[in-house]
């Protein structure tokens, strides 16, 4: 029998460069890899009953059809935009579609940084951002999700 009840699914999108995490500017990033990363969302997700994919890709367009794709298929979006957070309307306008809550993440405090890194296109359009928190800030955001998403009915 179909279970009445799917997990909420939650989407974590990473942006360019980190893929490389953990030998890109470790000072800054950390030494925790994107696998690592991921592995980790996945698990923080079971024990809150989110049900988490991942997607990194280094191109705006391939983010912006990703982002088109997920429409109606999750009830949360996380995203690292990296450096496009600072320049993408590309990606903002992508995620106005999506119309569920988004936290907004980075690694580092990106306003303890370069002046040009303290714009984000996307920070008034989220739910919440969390900056400077390094991976911890991945499992922070799930917990954020999990208290605002709802139970998908699939009765
Ligand atoms: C970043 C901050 C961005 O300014 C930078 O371009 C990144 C990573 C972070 O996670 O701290 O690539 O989003």
Redesign the pocket.
Known sequence: MKPKMNLPGILVIHGP??NMLGKREPEIYGATTLDEVNAGLGEKGQSLGLQVDTFQSNHEGAIVDRIQAALGCYQGLII?P??F??TSIAIRDALLLLKIPIVEI???N?YKREPF?HKSMIADIALGQISGMGVFGYTLALEALANVVKPVDNA
């Open positions: 460069n980190l690292n990296a450096a957070t600072h980075h690694l580092s990106i890194r």
